[in-house]
């Protein structure tokens, strides 16, 4: 009898210990996510673009006579006026052909008296033989032998004119070649750097100016935009043409190279309005005032183009991803979230203005909409979008 009840035995303990190591299963709770409010606010931000500094009047100097420059008068970043000799060049060579020219000028008009004294002896020879030849005294051969030759003295006449003609223009031309061996600045500005110096020799053909000088009491910052977002800016910014866009937008600031931001704002001016189809860019100025001289030419910087939305309809961005080229958020409804498609106007300082698709007071959630599902369960927890901002967008 005692084995049946050793084996009752074992079988109640087997039993007692399953029965101890089995545990109720619980659902977890769903996930909290944080909601916040569709609210509507006053959004500033800017769009930051790369510049490029230019003076608004960059003079190339070159030379227009072939020579070795004798004297330079001014150093490199010098502030000079129009008029203002730079470079003297040696005019040896010239000089020799001016003198050469004004013996052939000399020349000229000695040939010029003695045409003028052959045109008056064959006059005299005519006005003698005229009366002759009507009183039957003479042939008319004479006479026309005589007026033939008086033609040919005018003719002569003529020719020694047209060679002082020539020779006074060869002067002139040599003497301007000596004037201009002295060159001048071709306006008010700052001298850029010196390619050539003394000893050197310049002509009109050098691939490469002697200097520059750069009017730079204004400047000029370039910045282009790419394709889609000058699109953007037909589109989206007041005005009916790109001239009345262009003048409707706010002034603008400039960031210089060190982080600092240039006293002036600066104001734009024009656009190319055609797409640089090596870049694909359209570029755009601004003029800046430049009274204390900080800004020169060649510097760069960052043109800081203003957004400004008035009672603009925002979420954070955060709130917002992207599948198959459209932008969803997840409203939520009660524990529940619902996917939402919508339509972004802009994106400013991690915030997402709202075009279409959600209406002011409707909550969405703030963030980790990664993790989420449509008609997910969650656990919402209403925060303010203050809070939410501070993070990155999700993707």
Do not use: W
């Amino acid at each position: 009898m005692k084995q049946p009840i050793t084996v009752l035995l074992a079988l109640f303990c087997l039993l007692a210990t399953s029965s101890c190591t089995t545990k109720v299963k619980k659902t977890p709770p769903p996930k909290p996510f944080p909601i916040v409010e569709v609210a509507k606010q006053d959004v500033e931000s800017y769009y930051s673009f790369p510049a490029e500094i230019s003076g608004k009047n960059n003079n190339q100097v070159r030379s227009k006579i072939q020579g070795y420059i004798l004297e330079v008068f001014i150093d490199e970043g010098a502030k000079v006026e129009e008029g203002q000799p730079l470079f003297k060049l040696e005019t040896n060579i010239q000089d020799r052909n001016a003198d050469a020219a004004q013996a052939q000028v000399s020349s000229s008009l000695a040939k010029i008296d003695a045409a003028k004294a052959g045109v008056q002896a064959a006059q005299v020879e005519v006005d003698k033989l005229i009366p002759l030849v009507e009183k039957n005294i003479i042939s008319n051969i004479q006479l026309e032998t005589a007026r033939a030759n008086l033609l040919k003295a005018k003719g002569q006449l003529s020719q020694a004119q047209a060679g002082h003609s020539a020779a006074t223009a060869n002067f002139q031309g040599i003497e301007e070649d000596i004037k201009f061996s002295t060159i001048t600045s071709p306006i008010d500005g700052i001298v850029g750097k010196l390619n050539s110096r003394t000893g050197s020799l310049v002509g009109p053909s050098d691939p490469n100016p002697i200097t520059t000088v750069s009017d730079v009491s204004e400047v000029y910052a370039y910045f282009s935009v790419n394709e889609r977002q000058y699109i953007y800016f037909f589109q989206k910014f007041p005005g009916a043409s790109l001239d009345d866009k262009i003048s409707l937008i706010p002034p603008i600031d400039l960031e210089l190279a060190n982080g600092s931001m240039f006293e002036e704002q600066g104001v734009v001016e024009t656009s190319t309005g055609q797409i640089d189809p090596t870049t694909g860019t359209i570029e755009f100025r601004v003029k800046f005032e430049n009274k204390n001289g900080l800004l020169s030419n060649g510097n760069t910087g960052k043109v800081r183009v203003p957004r400004k939305y008035k009672n603009a309809l925002v979420v954070p961005e955060s709130a917002t991803y992207e599948q198959q080229g459209f932008t969803y958020v997840y409203k939520s409804q009660g524990d529940s979230v619902v996917s939402m498609v919508v339509e972004i106007k802009d994106r400013v300082s991690n915030l997402a203005i709202i075009e279409k698709g959600l209406e002011e007071g409707e909550l969405v959630v703030g963030k980790g909409v990664g993790n989420l599902k449509n008609r997910m369960k969650i656990t919402p927890q209403k925060v303010s979008i203050d809070s939410m901002i501070q993070f990155k967008t999700v993707k």
